[in-house]
């Protein structure tokens, strides 16, 4: 069972706005990256305490901050201090089982979202909430993991290539969203893979195996499906919003990753349906066996049985049994016992079981 | 048959307004506490008649009235009469099959939701009919059943940490939905749990068992989802009232206790598709099973029967049958009885039924 | 096939506007009611014509007319006349294959819905087209059958005890329309019981018969699903019409009707959820059957057809059979002939056939 | 295949706009004919050239021009000509696989709808597509054969009886609309008719024919509904639209066929559900007639291996076998011959599988 | 698997707005074909250079340029250069893996879709990405493949018949709309013959090959529904678009070609239901055959068993079996031989068996 199924009432009778995580530890200790650039400049810096951000945000310079593990409330109670964030927000980044939502504040924006990444070469997904708060020429981003997906992010803001270090916060939420979204299209391919394989398997050689495989990739995309699809809603409301915060000019950047979103959540339709279609094969490939098993009984019996009696007849032991002193009887009966089958199988090969 | 279905008809022919418990009694007495707290001060008392708590209601304190048991319907009608409520409400209050809903009125605002609780720690859900009526300063609870769901939430109160007690009535109103609604993610982690735990028993040993489990999961969540999911509409309306009760700042509590709402619709939607997938395994499970009994079947059948005929051959009673004078007719037969054999297992190895 | 499906093609090809009664005719003739009160007065007569009412349009008190049977045109041709209904009106209501509806006209409301009833105690279910003219001061009810649906609100009326002498003539309309509206949930208890019986009947012994009365159950919830689904818009569109027939003070009665409906139309929903897992155990607890029957033949053929295949070795009549002449051979084949048996019953043990 | 789903890609590859018919030829010549008509007057002709409608168009009557057959183009380029339509409507008049939709025009509005008939007595449904141009004191009905749905109408106007002469040319086109979806009944009906005589063809003797029936009707189902079910759309855009061609006192008979409609697609929707309960009911009709069998194979079997093995044994040559001896050897084993079946018998009946 | 679904994780990290091509590159070089024509004259060029067009532009003749190839990126850039047109458009264009989409910029307006084509005779679909950019008196049209879908749109052009040559770029958008619509009702045509063939063959002779023939036509309608529905919403936003390049006399156009992706789309979903009939026949005959093999097996072995063991009774070799010198023993036997499978087979016949 996925984690971001369970342990839900972790926090249930607890008042709210309490900081507590909810969700799996992953790891102890956080790591807090700061990234402070303008169009000529970028610095960055690993940070042991929140404060240590105080003199960015008066200058002109956009700033992230990348909040990594959840584990320790300190960073996120200081960020809630410094940036005057409403408590229910910062316990909405603590519990890492929201559903994916766009909030409203007079001043900051808030986004949760899941992130979703293929563990290995195996159909293993990595599930992890990501919130983003955006202000005025600062992002902060949580994520409950350390991992490297805005590694190429970062790597781009450094080489100061493209528009990215030209403009404000609100494209740098956008290349963030855009970051994670691209990251599900290998989810989606990998998927696409598997079917594949499956497909292949059951044509060849069906087993309860393919059964178990088939659920196993439904199950994962009833999941995936949850924690996409309310994606869409968020992704279109970004752009209809009129916070001042986001720039028109960004509006077709965000329609742009709500499109990318869209096209997920129709392939993920697809796959749902490609899956129907593969266990109505399976399904009808056990049929198809038991049918083969059962003509081969019957053919079996069908021939035997009738024969098995001819010679249990004279088999008798009656006294008077003419047949039984005839010269040519024997031979005679061996010849029904040629015949008869020879018959049977004509007549079922006509019947297309042989 | 739950109670939230049965008997709904009792009192079909009565007048509106009538006020009758329509429901299963539960309890003779109705248990009647008044919490009356400002920022300083909390008192709570039992009281016997509801005309104790006029002192409370021209105070500036806010008071909560929580009545438990329906039975004896003279707390209510004392409700109704002291706050001035519309007959059709009290009667609502009293008829426990009430779809959840929100009324607003001009002096107080209604809502009446269904409290599910896990009532042993086997899949028997307790369903509960909860009315809340909103005034100024005062908040009315009619409970069903005497049980404990409110208990945390009164202990936070005499707390007296967090934002509750510098709060109104439409915070106290909110923090009561949170509870019962946190309530609900106990259930859907139980449902879980069962879910998996059938899921390892059908495949390690499918029995008929293993489906009216799943049919019992299944009607659970169909009765769930009838409670719950006109919770949405109720809790996307609050915030969206312009009430005066309501300002503007417990909005986004409202908001909150609605993301929760969403998220346990969705999860049991996830519940009910994975259903469906274990019934596919329970279904293909028991075709795979009369696949294999064929198979034997088939294997011994096809085995025996030639070679029992062969043996018939040579019990025949004719005079002149030349083999049964030859010395090494037996031997040689036994060699066919044992080669015979070989050739169909190597056969039905290839067809991969053994 | 019930009467609401079938003949609905009886008129095609006559004018609009032409008044016959399509339908099935149920009685003769009609029974024409009029029960007109005030606050203090209240007489019931029944009339041979609709003009013996003109007196009472003038005066201030309610007036109800209740007409039963819809073979006699000649009361809605004069009611049409009378009361100046437009043409079409009077040709809905004598055609008794209506979709529920409701239409504001200039000087009356016009509503139109089926009222269900259980007939007997079996899963009889009697639909009969009820239409209710609403004017200033006046309710007209037209009913296809005598039935006495309407004697318990009479009664009340009567009695003179709730609001319903108080008030015009949109609350006469509300009282009718929730007792009819009431009458369904009898309907619904006793679906609900006959689900459950099935369900007790499909887990002991299911059969053909199981499923039929599965078909029957669920042809009944298409045709009361088919009445009822329309009735949400046409009791949702009631108080949002801005007709100053209806009083603003009655909307909350309305509203509480459309509650009722909402229920109910709910509650079929959960039956035709319920009705498909019945069928999925009747499914599979006809596989399960052929499971068992299946087990039973292959034990019994796979332990004694190769029994009969060594009894028939030695029933060969060969000349040099040695076995024939040892003394300890025959007891020691029984021995075979019981081990045989006991090895292969542990074997069928093991595969839990047994 | 319908051709309403074929060759809809003849036209591919033309300029839009081109006059092309397109669909199957049904008959060689058009047959024009003209009825004007006032509240006194009425005349019948059929002509030969559309500008013989000249002097009709001028004059206060209302004139209903009756174009059958569209293989021969000249009539429709005439009436574009003449009544200055848009050359993309004249071609959705020619091409009959329109969808049904209804276009407000400058000075006209088009209508394009689906006559469906029922051919013989066997559900052999007949599709034609029938175009409406309506203008002021003008309709013009473009039918793709000559039949006669029409007659009963124009029988009628002559007769002129009802409202229809005193009413301008949006009642006439009510009039045509409502005279096309009566027929719809007649199909309706004759689905009734078929399922029901299929469904008691079911439980008395399923055959594999029974369910190529049941995926007729299905089929033509589809075809149904996708013709029926856009013209919802269309009549509930009538009324809405805000055109000067259609008075407000016409209105209501929109809504009347609307209505109409509303409850063809409604029964439809039944209808497919029903469908779908008699596949269920076909498909576990073969799977109890194969219990059946398997059943009748078991007990056969059951009960005469056993008893075969036991007359195998002593059909041995053993020398030393005692009991070929004994007297009442023989005769014992007839007790037990007659004893082994009885007892098999009493536990099948116990099984119910007798 | 299609290269719709595949690869699109080829960009992810990479900066948004860098323009590479995304897809499967069908062929090296682009083909770019300008046409600039007006009332009078009409000329076709291939250039080499972007820049080649730019005298066109400013005249008042309409030009269309058609790109064909998209592997060259240096004709896309030009044109983003010259047209001033948004880099993620440019990106847009170049990633073959869009949904169809319609953006209003400034200046141009930007409609993205997909291009169905039937490949060969076999149900092989080529699936092409279309971009059309259109500008005030410019159409920019970019091709994935060279193939000749525009040839019949272009030789219209050149004939100067209807409308096209009088109008403006937003009528030539529309033809070239119209053109790679109309191509769809071929595939639709082709799937309508394929589903047919397959029904006749599953009627005739069901063979696993169905059910993968089955399979895949359900995996194309996937593709298909997934590249076509989102066409609706384009071609419904264009005409309700306030840009000024379309002209109100060219909605009409527009709206056709909206009317005909409806039908398409309508038509795949009856394919759906029409695929999921074809599937429960397959099903069904898969139960069928396997019943009729068990009939024949139950009839032989139901005749022989029994005939076998009276055999047997009288193979067995007790010294007292006074039948055994009974002289019409042996004819009496064959008596019973000849009646008990006459019995049977009239019981079996009953059965309707045989």
Redesign the interface.
């Known amino acids: ?1 996925p984690d971001s ?5 972790d ?3 607890m ?4 900081l507590v995580h909810v969700g799996d530890t992953h790891e102890a200790e956080s790591r807090i990256t700061v990234i402070d650039y303008s169009k000529e400049n970028i610095e960055e810096r690993i940070i042991g305490s929140i404060d240590e951000i105080l003199p960015c945000l008066d200058s002109n310079t956009v700033t992230w901050l990348n909040i990594e593990g959840l584990k320790d409330i300190i960073p996120i109670e200081s960020v809630g201090r410094i940036l005057n964030i ?1 408590p ?1 927000v910062l316990e ?1 980044i603590l519990n890492t ?3 994916p ?1 766009f909030e409203e504040h007079d001043n900051y924006l808030y986004i949760v979202l899941k992130s979703l990444s293929v563990e290995n070469s195996t159909l293993s997904i990595g599930y992890e909430q990501i919130s983003i708060l955006m202000l005025n020429n600062l992002v902060v981003t949580f994520k409950e993991k350390k991992d490297d997906i805005f590694i ?1 992010l970062m790597q ?1 803001l450094k080489n100061g ?4 270090r030209n403009m404000g916060s609100d494209y740098l939420t956008y ?1 963030v969203l ?2 994670i979204v ?2 599900m ?2 989810i ?2 990998s998927i ?1 893979e598997i079917i ?1 394989t499956t497909e292949e398997h059951l ?1 060849v ?1 069906p087993t ?1 195996g393919s ?2 495989a088939i ?1 196993q990739i ?2 994962e995309l ?2 995936i499906r ?1 924690s996409i699809s ?1 994606l869409r809603e968020v992704l279109a409301a970004i752009p209809r919003s009129d916070s001042p915060l986001i720039q028109e000019k960004t509006h ?2 965000f329609r ?1 990753v709500y ?1 990318h979103v ?2 997920i959540t ?2 993920i339709e ?1 796959h749902r ?2 899956l129907t ?1 593969l ?13 083969e ?6 053919v ?3 021939i ?6 001819i ?11 003419p ?5 040519w ?2 031979p005679t ?1 061996w010849i029904a ?1 040629i015949l008869i089958p020879i018959v049977l199988i004509i007549y079922f090969k006509r ?3 042989l």
Chains 1, 2, 3, 4, 5 share one sequence.
Request: net charge positive.
């Open positions: 069972m199924l369970t342990n839900i009432s926090k249930a009778g008042p709210p706005g309490t409403h229910l909405d089982h929201q559903r939502k190429p781009r290539k493209g528009r990215i290349a855009d970051t691209d990251q299209f290998f989606i391919d696409d594949e044509l050689n309860s059964l178990s659920q439904k199950r009833i999941y949850k309310p077709i950047y742009d499109d869209l096209r129709e392939t697809s349906d490609m279609g266990l109505d094969i399976y399904m009808s490939s056990v049929s198809n066996k038991m049918n098993v059962m003509k081969v009984l019957t079996f019996a069908s035997f049985i009738p024969l098995t009696f010679a249990g007849i004279y088999g008798m032991n009656f006294e008077y049994m047949e039984l002193k005839w010269k009887a024997y009966l016992f019947k297309k079981w």
